[in-house]
């Protein structure tokens, strides 16, 4: 970190603190969780916030704090209620991590979020940037808060060359920011940080002209504000090619499966689907063998209804779609019977969101 403190030594750090935080307490944005520093609250946002952008979690956030006003609300709620009223946003381990880690709050901590660092960061699903994020922002605790955001910042202000990609750069970040933070006021800075990379130092067209904190900018003063952060790109995804089946009996009722509890998209509801492979039997013949084989039902299919596709970090499906009326069911079925009314009330991921919209645009088939 002997490079960094150097950078750091040639800094105006009261300077900085203060035009960014006099900057973020006349321009910050209206947000919901920002109507108070309440620590539950504060929490849940940072959560839904992670990997999502602010426009996205806004209506979500409403919702589930409708629902779930408080610790006791969440930690006491049916599962199934939360994941959805989580439905739509992805990464659900998120939310199943919060659940977990608000129970114990609630059994332990008589429902009061903890304001150490050492009992926050043991809750499940707390890592280093929620830990700072929730105890600066609710608890004006000089933590740092390093997330995506901050590191951009960073890495143009102190003119930063390491590759951002990597696990063990966050250290570095981390240091810096530690350094730099406003120990009066680390809610206001944390959240100015955050802010400023929203807004103003974005990742392809920073607004440099405008920067409240430019004559405090390496990069700036350098030129480079465009070639930071650096960050190697990641491997291209894998796709799969995958088909699913709608499936419906004569009394109009739906067939539905949960995933595993445990691996991606965990506890989710979804159509009955699979992987499919090239080969002498077409997309159509393989599911209705694995409807028969796999998951105890046959069934008659008609003609494929269309394609859709989801992409994940690391993985694309391309998920095949078929109508279907079931014809038998074995007593060891996989799958669950529900009606049509039933089913609004199951989370699904967000591919078999867009399924369930194809079928209801060919209402023949409900």
């Given amino acids: 970190m002997k490079d960094i403190q150097e950078k ?13 935080i006099d900057w973020y307490e006349k321009e910050q944005r209206t947000l919901p969780w920002r109507e108070n520093q309440d620590p539950y609250r504060v929490w849940v946002s940072e959560v839904m916030l992670q990997q999502t ?3 996205t979690v806004i209506p979500y956030f409403n919702r589930f704090m409708e629902q779930f006003p408080t610790v006791k609300d969440l930690a006491l709620a049916d599962e199934e209620k939360v ?11 998120r939310v199943r991590n919060l ?3 608000v129970k114990e709050v609630y059994e332990s901590y008589d429902g009061i979020v903890p304001n150490t660092k050492e009992q926050f960061s043991k809750l499940k699903g707390v890592g280093p940037y929620t830990s700072g994020a929730v105890l600066s922002i609710a608890y004006n605790k000089p933590y740092p808060a390093v997330d995506g955001n901050v590191m ?46 929203a807004l103003i130092c974005t990742p392809t067209s920073p607004a440099c002209l405008i ?15 465009y070639e930071l952060p650096v960050k190697s790109k990641k491997k291209k995804p894998t796709a799969k090619s995958m088909a699913a089946a709608v499936l ?14 445990t691996g991606l998209l965990a506890n989710l509801w979804e159509f009955p689907n699979m ?30 209804e269309g394609t859709i596709q989801h992409v994940f970090t690391h993985l694309i499906w391309n998920i095949s779609v078929f109508f279907g009326r079931v014809t038998s069911v074995s007593d060891d079925t996989k799958l669950k019977k529900v009606t049509t009314e039933e089913f609004e009330a199951y989370a699904l991921p967000v591919s078999h969101q867009k399924i369930w919209k194809l079928a209801l645009e060919q209402p023949s088939h409900i």
């Fill in 99 to 101: 659940q977990a880690a």
């Fill in 152 to 197: 951009r910042v960073i890495s143009r202000i102190l003119s930063i060359w390491d590759d951002i990609a990597k696990p063990k750069t966050r250290n570095i970040f981390e240091f810096a920011v530690d350094q730099l933070i406003s120990r009066e006021k680390p809610s206001e800075f944390n959240q100015g940080l955050m802010e400023l990379g």
């Fill in 83 to 93: 994941m959805k009223a989580w439905e739509g946003l992805g990464y659900y381990s």
């Fill in 248 to 261: 419906f009996d004569d009394a109009g009722n739906l067939y539905i499966h949960k995933r595993p509890s």
């Fill in 53 to 55: 952008r602010v426009d």
């Fill in 211 to 225: 920067c409240p904190v430019n004559m405090h900018c390496s990069a700036f003063e350098e030129g480079v504000q």
């Fill in 275 to 304: 992987e499919t492979m090239k080969g002498r039997k077409t997309e159509k013949e393989q599911l209705i063998d694995f409807l028969k084989e796999e998951a105890g039902v046959q069934a008659e299919l008609g003609d494929l």
């Fill in 8 to 20: 750091l030594d040639r800094k105006d750090i009261a300077g900085f603190q203060h035009d960014l």
